[in-house]
């Protein structure tokens, strides 16, 4: 893509914490939006605002930077990195924005930026909407004011990299917001050439994940408040539709899926491993990884070469080896931990699986659409209908695991099953090139400019 693509701006992807393998596919899509924007000429930051030290922060970087999940170091911001002086005490834009006051006597503080702030410890799950005061100290330590809470914080640094961007350059900022809380605290931040666009990255239902379910309720103030930012970027259609039939339809709602980068070519089948099934995320109870283990006990008694690899680490790891070991497949079965390179896992395998109980989009999904690699998967909310709607897998009904057995045995047995799944899975990865995703993020940045601001 051509610098002209992305209206003239400032595009700053606001983000909690991005943490080398941290937040599963959270992490990897935010990552991946910044460094396919910045290969799309926009000029672009990551802000965070998790309150870690400045030294672990670089290390956080440096890993992403070694990894190439990002361009360079200078790619990221973060607020409590920028919250001390050169020579010591609160920054200046600190100071600015507190106000006299003291610290809360009730509450436990903790002291982050090297004692310049000292942050309430708010035990309730709304703790990010709480006003509780910050306190804000100086080079000896000492108290020179307070900022109202976590939202205000958080909008006064803001309001100073906004400034400091536009010294350099007086033109609109469009903010890429990834975190439900930090939208709830923004979501009436800026002025009016200031542009909020919130992404979405997981299911907004409970179990069992109808359309009709219960809201999470972590997401049912977030939908009272959605229509007021420019855009909302919705990674499925599936998920897209199901919103608006239960809430209407909002001229802001775009489906913009996550961007999928494709190898320089796709391993062929007489290069990847015979019979190999491959499982790519976290090890927790929600990805129903045991559920994987018990069919593919019964595919190995028709294909006895078969092997499944469960890559990943998480809390199910421990029952996950009890439960192999149970039903004696150790020889067939493995957990091999964390992998940073999923493409060359996904080269080697004949199958990718999938059936978790709910997710976004899907990235390991849509990766092994890239890699030519054929995709069973359970047809859950969200992703999998919408990434196979054009082939490249077999969808099978949620929860029936005889169907899903007999998925796995086909592809597996049959040869020129898997030839045409494999290239099905190339001609539907095409829809996810990051090409296609930035060209839909463009647009949809450029609409929210050119319109009034919706706040």
């Not at 499982?279 to 559920?291: Q, S, T």
């Not at 989009?361 to 995709?375: R, S």
């Amino acid at each position: 893509m051509t610098s002209g693509d992305f209206p003239d701006a400032w595009y700053l992807i606001l983000s909690s914490r991005l943490v080398p393998d941290l937040d599963g596919g959270y992490t990897i899509a935010t990552l991946a939006r910044a460094r396919q924007m910045i290969g799309a000429g926009a000029e672009t930051l990551l802000l965070t605002v998790d309150p870690g030290a400045v030294d672990a922060h670089a290390g956080h970087r440096s890993t992403f930077v070694e990894r190439g999940a990002v361009v360079a170091s200078e790619t990221f911001r973060n607020l409590f990195d920028e919250a001390v002086a050169p020579a010591g005490g609160a920054a200046d834009w600190l100071r600015e924005a507190a106000h006299d006051g003291h610290a809360d006597p009730s509450l436990d503080y903790r002291d982050v930026a090297g004692g310049t702030v000292s942050l309430p410890s708010v035990i309730d799950p709304d703790w990010h909407l709480a006003t509780a005061p910050v306190v804000v100290r100086d080079t000896a330590g000492e108290p020179v004011g307070v900022i109202d809470g976590f939202g205000a914080l958080y909008r006064a640094w803001l309001d100073h990299v906004a400034a400091g961007l536009r010294a350099q350059n007086d033109r609109p900022i469009v903010v890429i917001c990834e975190s439900r809380q930090l939208g709830e605290l923004i979501a009436g931040w800026g002025d009016d050439d200031t542009r909020i666009l919130h992404t979405v990255h997981t299911i907004h239902l409970e179990p069992p994940f109808r359309a009709d379910s219960d809201l999470n309720p972590l997401w049912t103030r977030w939908f009272e408040i959605a229509p007021r930012f420019d855009a909302v970027l919705w990674p499925t259609a599936y998920q897209r539709d199901d919103v608006r039939a239960r809430f209407g339809t909002a001229a802001n709602d775009v489906v913009a899926p996550h961007g999928v980068e494709a190898p320089d070519a796709v391993a062929p089948a007489s290069q990847r491993e015979r019979g190999l099934v491959v499982v790519l995320g976290r090890l927790a109870p929600g990805k129903r990884l045991d559920r994987a283990v018990e069919a593919f006990a019964r595919v190995l008694a028709d294909v006895p070469h078969a092997r499944l690899e469960l890559w990943g680490e998480g809390a199910q790891r421990g029952a996950l080896e009890a439960l192999v070991a149970e039903r004696g497949l150790e020889h067939a079965v493995s957990l091999p931990g964390l992998t940073t390179e999923p493409g060359a896992v996904l080269d080697r395998a004949t199958v990718y699986l999938t059936i978790s109980a709910f997710e976004g989009q899907g990235l390991a999904l849509a990766e092994a659409l890239a890699h030519g690699t054929p995709v069973i998967a359970w047809d859950i909310r969200y992703g999998p209908r919408d990434m196979l709607a054009g082939g490249g897998g077999i969808l099978v009904s949620d929860g029936d695991e005889d169907a899903l057995v007999e998925a796995l045995r086909r592809v597996l047995t049959d040869d020129g099953l898997r030839e045409r799944l494999s290239a099905e899975a190339l001609a539907a990865a095409a829809a996810l090139t990051p090409a296609r995703a930035m060209q839909t993020l463009a647009d949809a940045c450029r609409e929210a400019l050119a319109r009034l601001r919706r706040r």
